[in-house]
């Protein structure tokens, strides 16, 4: 049987945005996550939303899953409640076909055989697109050969740089003209630094920005050395300030479409009630003008 790996679905809640990685053949077990992207609700209507995301989706595809929340910072958000765990994991019975939920996680063995099998997924996720497993191996093969054919250029260039002594001592050996060649080159170069210096050659724009780079970055790497405490709050709150970021991006990607098919909809709407405020009435049969 073909080995695939199911797309994940992503859908706005408006202050929060869902994730649904659909189970498939490397997992037996559905993933919803919430992340909450704007202000995050206190700790029981978190809950109440983990509740609902489960039911939703078990309705909309009843196998097994595990429902977790993050916060805008992509971290897994805990209850301070210890009777509730960070993960609510739920299932379809299949003889009775009621909903199974509980807080915590649940055991392989837990989980109904029934709904976890390769044959029962395809059917659930008939729909859903996935990719083929095949197909994904393909692309990290292809990646690996073009990083093996980066690798092999580097190693082209250490062996350039190392047929230079090999040049050298070429010249030890009586080959004269490998000697005058080499020689213009010392020459040419030591002119072109010559010039540089006096300043009869400009910069290029890219060499002096690159120096004004290497220059903040010995200044900055100066004052964390005076102070490796601060750096360190400094790197937490870069880290913590792009994981915003990120989930802000996705989460303005998600609901983009839906957005403008609000707006789509109330201009539409707006432009029926102008249209029927501005409509003519009809005169009635027999009606004349005034």
């Known amino acids: 049987m073909t ?12 202050a929060y945005y869902v994730t649904y990685q659909p189970a498939d053949s490397r997992y037996n077990l559905a993933d919803v996550s919430l992340v909450f992207h704007e202000n995050q609700p206190d700790e029981n209507d978190i809950r109440k939303l983990m509740e609902r995301e489960l039911r939703t989706w078990l309705t909309r595809f009843p196998v097994p899953v595990m429902v977790s929340s993050f916060d805008a910072t992509e971290s897994l958000i805990h209850f301070s409640n210890n009777q509730h765990s960070a993960h609510l994991m739920g299932y379809i019975e299949p003889e009775t076909g009621k909903s199974v939920e509980r807080w915590g996680l649940l055991q392989e063995n837990e989980l109904p055989a029934a709904r976890t099998t390769a044959e029962y997924l395809e059917m659930a996720y008939e729909k859903v697109p996935f990719r083929r497993r095949e197909d994904v191996v393909r692309a990290v093969d292809d990646r690996d050969r073009k990083l093996r054919a980066g690798v092999r250029i580097f190693r082209a260039v250490i062996v350039f740089i ?10 030890g050996l009586g080959v004269n003209w490998l000697g005058y060649i080499l020689q213009g080159i010392s020459i040419c170069a030591g002119l072109y630094k010559v010039a540089k210096v006096s300043g009869w050659i400009k910069s290029s724009k890219p060499a002096r920005e690159e120096a004004e780079s290497k220059r903040r970055m010995e200044h900055y790497y100066y004052h964390c050395e005076k102070n490796p405490e601060g750096f360190s709050r400094l790197k937490c709150e870069n880290f913590e300030r792009e994981a915003k970021e ?4 996705e989460a303005a990607e998600i609901a983009g479409p839906t957005d403008k098919h609000r707006e789509l909809v109330e201009s539409t709407e707006c432009l029926v009630r102008r249209a029927d405020q ?5 005169r009635k049969t027999g009606q004349t003008m005034a």
């Open 278 to 282: 501005t409509r003519v009435p009809r």
């Open 3 to 14: 080995k695939y790996i199911g797309k994940e679905i992503k859908e706005s809640r408006g």
């Open 246 to 249: 990120r989930t802000a991006q």
């Open 162 to 171: 190392a047929a230079i002594p090999l040049a050298i001592e070429l010249i």
